[in-house]
């Protein structure tokens, strides 16, 4: 026996709302994760400021000269800075191509 038109119109408003539903869904989850991988990426630049770009400025207007000691500490302190910005930015792309797949 086939449908009544108002059942299957009903039906049909159902499955649209259904797929609105989905459809917003993703964008919601598309938009969290875009905020998340920018986070990353702010964490990642204020590394590689705090640990690239304030030793280079602290070298160029230091009022005595660099010890050995302390050139080798600063090249210490700015390799770990850069090996984490570069992790977290890392890891900010993988969210952004996960949100996006």
């Given at each position: 026996?086939?449908?009544?038109p108002t059942?299957a119109?009903n039906?049909?408003?159902?499955?649209?709302a259904?797929?609105?539903?989905r459809?917003?869904a993703r964008?919601?989850a598309?938009e969290i994760?875009?905020?998340?991988?920018a986070?990353w990426?702010?964490?990642?630049?204020s590394?590689l400021a705090?640990?690239?770009v304030?030793p280079?400025i602290?070298?160029m207007?230091?009022?005595?000269?660099w010890?050995l000691q302390?050139?080798?500490?600063?090249v210490?302190?700015t390799?770990?800075c850069l090996?984490?910005?570069l992790f977290?930015?890392?890891?900010?792309r993988?969210?952004?191509?996960?949100?996006?797949?």
């Amino acid at each position: 026996m086939g449908k009544i038109p108002t059942e299957a119109a009903n039906e049909a408003d159902e499955l649209a709302a259904e797929e609105a539903a989905r459809a917003a869904a993703r964008a919601l989850a598309i938009e969290i994760n875009r905020f998340r991988a920018a986070t990353w990426d702010r964490a990642s630049t204020s590394f590689l400021a705090g640990g690239f770009v304030g030793p280079v400025i602290s070298f160029m207007v230091a009022a005595k000269p660099w010890s050995l000691q302390d050139g080798l500490y600063m090249v210490l302190v700015t390799g770990i800075c850069l090996i984490v910005a570069l992790f977290l930015h890392h890891n900010g792309r993988e969210m952004l191509t996960e949100a996006f797949k």
